[in-house]
């Protein structure tokens, strides 16, 4: 596990550190609004990504525009006679 650079033995120590500093209620306290946080930020990606989705697959599926006819063409006269 790499997180911003640090393995896992460097994040259980500033884990502890903060810890030790917050004490053990202000530190859940603290624990619960990041993962709050998290949530909300892992939903809104989420649903972000999913309209992005769905944005994509609305381009993919619409017909592809008709060129318009040049001045050259006559609309009353039929092609291949």
């Known amino acids: 596990m790499n997180l911003m650079g640090m393995g896992l033995p460097e ?9 030790l500093v ?3 209620g202000k530190s859940i306290e603290t624990a619960r609004t990041l993962g709050k946080i998290v ?8 649903d ?5 989705t769905l944005e994509e697959g609305q381009e993919r599926a619409s017909p ?4 318009a006819p040049g001045p050259d063409s006559d609309p009353g006269s039929k092609e291949g006679e």
């Open 11 to 19: 994040l259980a120590v500033v884990l502890l550190i903060a810890f």
């Open 48 to 52: 972000l990504a999913a309209a992005v």
């Open 64 to 67: 592809p525009a008709r060129p």
């Open 39 to 46: 949530g909300e930020l892992r939903r809104t990606f989420n």
């Open 22 to 24: 917050l004490g053990p």
